[in-house]
């Protein structure tokens, strides 16, 4: 899923710089850097050897999160009573709870550590030094955290709270795609040696650094 994700992504490079207007061609700046733009096998091999390394451990704190903060199928469950009775409700209140709950921890302690093992793992793959390793974190860790915010928690809402308990790792997984292809494309730009043009279309996206 992880190298799927970054296919995707340098897939979706590739396109967009043979897309751009044809006027821009002329540009000699431009065409070195579209002479320089190819599909990075490595990278895909990377974000591949990251997935494999990362995805028990994403598996265990899930299920602790399973766990210590069971939800059930709230679905499942409000669709089979048609009358709301006080334990009915209290059920529902209770899994409600649950979710909050869920969501806090989880985006508290683990999305911090999921975003800072990221940079920090493909940074060494990549054999960034000490200094490069701490710039690489300067530009990419508050982007990445913050666009984890914006798309994880209303995802998780809405897939234990609306998506029945049969189809949430297949709406996970959807999710998840989604959010491991922004990952690579935003990833790429955001670098101590991105070009100034990729750098402003990252600001156009995640706004001033």
Known sequence: MV???NIIAQSFML????AAPAAADSSP??????????????QTLRFFAYGVAFTPI?????AFLNARFPTGDIVAGSLKQSAATPSKVSSLSRSTGAVLKRLAVDQTVFAPFATFSFIGGMGAMEGLG??????RFRIQYLPLLIA???LWPAAQVVNFSIV?????????SVVGLMWHTYLSWTSARLKPNTMPSEMGQAEALLGPL
Request: hydrophobic letters at 35%; zero cysteines.
């Open 29 to 42: 700046a431009v065409g070195r850097r579209e002479s320089a733009l190819s599909y990075d096998p490595l």
């Open 3 to 5: 190298a799927t994700g």
């Open 15 to 18: 396109w967009s710089e043979r």
């Open 164 to 172: 029945p308990l049969a189809y949430r790792i297949p709406f996970t």
């Open 58 to 62: 994403s598996y265990r704190w899930h």
């Open 148 to 150: 984890g915010y914006a």
């Open 130 to 135: 000490p200094s490069e390793l701490v710039e």
